[in-house]
């Protein structure tokens, strides 16, 4: 099977699992739900849940629980988009080739439809479903708090807002930035699969390396495909961080340096990898597959 099939087969596992946890019978406030259904169902490549149950199934976890601890993330990482997509922030009115959730409803629906989801990941966490010891699914649920939080993306969004009346920002500023804002969920992500599987330290510590690694090569093949992808092409409007003044990887590193870097840094991710072998294979399938992705 091809990467981006096994991708899209945990991508549907998660799109029919949140389907069916997003679904309140008898809800009192249903336009909400129906806000929050619309944010986190449809299009997406659901890579943070990919992570989950890769870096999970190096332990030989049950499958089930690596899918609900992503279906948790993918809950946070979808609220985050809500949020930033709003006029206070990135001011966005495509996402996913779709109008965002502020635009398809109204600005108050939004904010509570990313307030729901940001909370459900956290009940999602604390179900049963998702691992059966108590002690794991507390570790998960103040795992993912400090990585969501203001240690983690959301400290990085505000860093994100004030570099926009920066006057200059330095290559080591910029990928603390990105560390906070986009690399906290990548870490949650594959530390997540250690802790469902119990594993040591040791074993955690390869894989918040790895995490580190991809995470930087994601932002930096994002800022790739903003300055060479259009509109149509990605979904969403381009060319964003350029028009409020901020700096991207490309301006620090030049566009043939920003791909070389992507490039080397996937590598060694998957160096970071080789304790586990063959195991890992599909984790360093999705190494290269971010920084060589079209959208």
Do not use: W
């Amino acid at each position: 099977m091809s990467f981006e099939d096994t991708l899209k087969q945990t991508a549907g596992e998660i799109e029919n699992l949140l389907s069916e946890l997003l679904t309140f019978e008898g809800a009192n406030a249903p336009a909400v739900i129906e806000a929050m259904r619309y944010s986190a169902l449809g299009q997406g490549k659901r890579l943070r849940p990919f992570f989950v149950t890769e870096a999970s199934s190096l332990f030989g976890v049950e499958r089930s629980h690596g899918l609900h601890a992503g279906a948790a993330i993918e809950c946070i990482h979808c609220y985050s988009l809500v949020h930033d997509d709003l006029p206070a922030m990135d001011d966005d009115d495509l996402r996913r080739g779709k109008p965002t959730t502020h635009i398809a409803f109204t600005e108050a629906t939004a904010i509570l439809a990313g307030d729901g989801l940001l909370t459900f990941a956290f009940e999602i966490l604390g179900r049963s479903a998702t691992h059966p010891d108590p002690q794991v699914r507390c570790d998960l649920v103040r795992l993912l708090a400090r990585a969501a939080g203001a240690e983690g993306m959301v400290g990085g969004q505000m860093l994100d807002l004030e570099a926009e009346t920066k006057t200059s920002t330095t290559l080591d500023e910029t990928i603390l930035l990105q560390g906070m804002k986009t690399g906290a969920l990548f870490r949650f992500s594959c530390e997540a699969g250690a802790v469902l599987g119990q594993a040591g330290a040791e074993d955690r510590a390869i894989l918040l390396t790895y995490a580190d690694r991809i995470g930087l090569a994601f932002q930096i093949a994002d800022d790739l495909l903003d300055a060479e992808s259009t509109a149509e092409e990605l979904g969403k409007r381009t060319q964003k961080d350029a028009e409020a003044g901020k700096a991207t990887f490309i301006d620090l590193l030049g566009l043939e340096g920003a791909r070389t870097r992507a490039h080397e840094i996937a590598d060694e991710a998957c160096d970071a990898l080789e304790r586990y072998g063959d195991a890992a294979e599909d984790l360093k399938r999705a190494a290269r597959f971010i920084v060589d992705r079209k959208n």
